[in-house]
């Protein structure tokens, strides 16, 4: 059980070219989300997904596109870098039950990250 | 106003010392809360959840106050090893995002 991985974890783009973060659990998680995290402004949420299919804006989602074709693997596309995205990524994953009459959020499972530099 | 607020500190304290930090949330429909920890460059990892009024582990104890909408994490006898970045975390009923507090920042000296 890997939990969740993200790959790549380190990478270095020039503006202007792209590429794609992979995020995949083994959890059957039905929520997966992307993060970004820049010094004192803690993780922002970029884009979610409540299912296979299923994709919906975060806080931050600008310059950034998401697919979540298999329940395991939710991707997040840059189709042009910008310097303005040189951050640490995280991906996560959750579930939710409900009880009591109200709906549980539990807690999310991080992935170790991925440190991308835009230059 | 934002969802969720912290003290970012620094708190530095000795070892064996109590700290609490608390953390304030904006939502009062507000069902699920986490406090997590962050050691540098790694990513969060879940240090406890809560439900209901609080939940405690060990030299960890979290409580909930919902009419004044802040949660509170209490940790006693301190370690260095618990030398990290502690985030509040909370979530909607039925929400299908996570409101992240920017952290507080712990270091224990020997």
């Known amino acids: 059980n890997a939990g969740v991985t993200q790959t790549p974890k380190f990478r270095v783009l020039k503006t202007g070219q792209s590429m794609t973060l992979l995020c995949a659990q083994d959890m059957n998680h039905e929520y997966m989300y992307w993060y970004r995290q820049d010094p004192g402004m803690g993780l922002r949420l970029i884009h979610y997904?409540?299912?296979?299919?299923?994709?919906a804006k975060g806080e931050v989602p600008d310059g950034y596109n998401v697919s979540r074709l298999k329940k395991q693997n939710f991707l997040l596309g840059l189709e042009s870098a910008a310097p303005s995205q040189t951050s640490v990524y995280f991906c996560?994953?959750?579930?939710?039950?409900?009880?009591?009459?109200?709906?549980?959020?539990?807690?999310?499972?991080f992935g170790p990250g991925t440190r991308l530099t835009v230059t | 106003r934002k969802e969720v607020e912290q003290d970012p500190g620094p708190f530095n304290v000795p070892e064996g010392a109590t700290v609490a930090f608390n953390c304030t949330y904006s939502?009062?429909?507000?069902?699920?809360f986490f406090w997590y920890r962050q050691d540098c460059r790694k990513e969060p990892k879940l240090l406890m959840s809560?439900?209901?009024s609080g939940n405690e582990d060990g030299r960890f104890t979290a409580q909930l106050n919902r009419a004044s909408q802040y949660i509170s994490l209490l940790i006693r006898d301190s370690k260095l090893s618990d030398s990290a970045t502690y985030l509040c975390v909370v979530n909607e009923d039925g929400g299908n995002q996570f409101y992240f507090g920017t952290g507080t920042s712990l270091t224990v000296i020997p």
């Open positions: 939502n009062s429909a507000s069902q699920s």
């Open positions: 997904s409540v299912g296979e299919g299923t994709t």
């Open positions: 809560v439900y209901s």
């Open positions: 996560a994953s959750s579930y939710k039950e409900i009880a009591g009459g109200h709906t549980l959020s539990y807690e999310q499972y």
